[in-house]
Antibody, heavy 122, light 107 residues
């Protein structure tokens, strides 16, 4: 069965960086785009960007340009998102989510990781 | 960016009730509209995509309709496990954007 398993919770100070991982199993990792979505406490969902695990191509939401980097390691079917220059308003649960159709960028998310809480506090 | 507005922001209902949630886009998104269910402390779950297509494994009491700018999610007979927050999301134009969510609580 398809699973996306994320790394554990993180506590960071303002100005630091955080890197969250998302390990895929149950399907061919390189066939489906992976997205990152975050949710601040009590707020709605916010899309951050996508990575094509096959090519490594990425696209980031404008709000995150210059502060977010998405990468992948095909050998271990794992994607990563790194957020730099953290601020208190980056405190959120970060999710990875798989696009619904192989080889296509549909922006419809059928499988999600369990979420990783990142807390930014001095 | 396309703004997605849901109404109501919350509603109270009882088991067996018919529940309707609406979602409006700030511009036409044709039928590129998806619905998610989220329970506290859990990841969102895809219920419906392309406005009206039920995701595999989702009970048939869930249905979606609409096109253009106005969309509806209907739960025909609310079950105990359906108390959750529901969010719409447009996938027509990048960046994909979500509504603020509708929380369904027990009356």
């Amino acid at each position: 069965q398809v699973q996306l398993v994320q790394s554990g919770a993180e506590v960071k100070k303002p100005g630091a960086s955080v890197k969250v991982s998302c390990k895929a199993s149950g399907y061919t990792f390189t066939y489906f785009y992976l997205h990152w979505v975050r949710q601040a406490p009590g707020q709605g969902l916010e899309w951050m960007g996508w990575i094509n695990p096959n090519s490594g191509d990425t696209d980031y939401a404008q709000n995150f340009q210059g502060r977010v980097t998405m990468t992948r390691d095909m050998s271990i079917s794992t994607a990563y998102v790194e957020v730099s220059r953290l601020r208190s308003d980056d405190t959120a649960v970060y999710y990875c989510a798989r696009d619904i159709m192989q080889w296509q960028l549909r922006r419809e998310f059928d499988y999600w990781g369990q979420g990783t809480l990142v807390t930014v506090s001095s | 960016d396309i703004q997605m507005t849901q109404s109501p922001s919350s509603l109270s209902a009882s088991v067996g009730d018919r529940v309707t949630i609406t979602c409006r886009a700030s511009q036409t998104i044709r039928t590129y509209l998806n619905w998610y269910q989220q329970k506290p402390g859990k990841a969102p779950k895809l219920l419906i995509y392309a406005a009206s297509t039920l995701q595999s494994g989702v009970p048939s009491r869930f249905s979606g309709s609409g096109s253009g700018t106005d969309f509806t999610l209907t739960i025909s007979s609310l079950q105990r496990e359906d108390f959750a927050t529901y969010s719409c999301q447009q996938s027509y134009i990048a960046p994909p954007t979500f509504g603020q969510g509708t929380k369904v609580v027990f009356k």
